[in-house]
Nanobody, 115 residues
Framework: QVQLVESGGGLVQPGGSLRLSCAASGDIFTKYHGAWYRQGPGNQRELVAQIVSDGRTNYADSVRGRFTISTDNAKKTLYLQMNSLKPEDSAVYYC?????????WGQGTQVTVSS
């Protein structure tokens, strides 16, 4: 059973930066695709960024150019570097890993962008 544990959320002022981490229980990102989703109050969960096992990435239009998704060399940790944060980026951010029919979610980490 794969476990995903997010960290790095918190309160930041507009224009600030945060880096989210998602630690996996094994080197799953050698095979599994990784992604970050977010869900704000009253909103549906939405895809923020994804990375496939060969390193290709894709971003939501709302974060492209500001956020960067990556993995560590050991393929055990998924990151989301968030720069130039805006109040509308406030949400619970979830780590997601999937391959074929297997999928795993982290428990979520709160990001609040406010002055």
């Amino acid at each position: 059973q794969v476990q995903l544990v997010e960290s790095g959320g918190g309160l930041v002022q507009p224009g600030g930066s945060l880096r989210l981490s998602c630690a996996a229980s094994g080197d799953i990102f050698t095979k599994y695709h990784g992604a970050w989703y977010r869900q704000g109050p009253g909103n549906q969960r939405e895809l923020v960024a994804q990375i496939v096992s060969d390193g290709r990435t894709n971003y939501a239009d709302s974060v492209r150019g500001r956020f960067t998704i990556s993995t560590d060399n050991a393929k055990k940790t998924l990151y989301l570097q968030m720069n130039s944060l805006k109040p509308e980026d406030s949400a619970v951010y979830y780590c997601y890993a999937h391959w074929a029919l297997d999928q795993y979610w982290g428990q979520g980490t709160q990001v609040t962008v406010s002055s």
